[in-house]
């Protein structure tokens, strides 16, 4: 079972991962809140390192294939501490990343294509536009009417 994470049910939550995440020390930080040094690396170790790997993207943050490969062996690692913690959030967390990381490594490989999207521009005149508008009309009647229960047939 997880442990419990008292810094993350703390009202100050957004405040002291801010903190952490601009580089404040632990233990300042412990003496400026009033919370143990141990819950707050506790919280650091189990939650922050998976959301800082998360707010960021593969593609933005890292330039090579290199620098994504060692990025993974560190989400591998929070994963293998999350296991023996029986922390599914963080382990399914840092398996998301770890996912992306793999997708973009074959990206940059030319191993995969990126996905084409198909884009549709359609120019209605006045009548064809009311058209469709009366026939949407008429089935959302009919739709309504089938739903209550009521015949009804279209006019």
């Known amino acids: 079972m997880a442990r419990h994470c008292r810094i993350c049910d703390d009202s100050r939550r957004e405040a002291i991962d801010g903190e952490l ?5 632990v233990p300042q930080l412990a003496r400026e809140t009033g919370l143990p040094q141990t819950n707050i ?3 650091k170790q189990l939650h922050l390192a998976v959301e800082r790997f998360l ?5 933005a943050t890292m330039a090579s294939i290199e620098a994504l490969q060692a990025r993974d062996l560190e989400l591998a690692e929070i994963q293998k501490i999350a296991l023996v913690r029986n922390h599914t959030q963080a382990f399914v967390a840092a398996a998301t ?3 992306r990381i793999i997708l973009e490594i074959a990206a940059l490989r030319g191993e995969v294509q990126p996905k084409l999207k198909t884009v549709m521009h359609v120019n209605l005149d006045q009548a064809a536009a009311e058209r469709i508008a ?3 009309l008429q089935h959302k009647e009919l ?7 009521q015949e009804t047939k279209p006019q």
């Not at 707010?55 to 593609?59: K, L």
Request: net charge positive; glycine share 12%; aromatic share 8%.
């Open 143 to 149: 739709s309504g009417a089938v739903l209550n229960g």
């Open 41 to 43: 690396y506790r919280h």
């Open 134 to 136: 009366r026939s949407y």
């Open 21 to 25: 995440l601009a580089g404040k020390s």
């Open 55 to 59: 707010d960021s993207s593969p593609i």
């Open 97 to 99: 990343v770890r996912v």
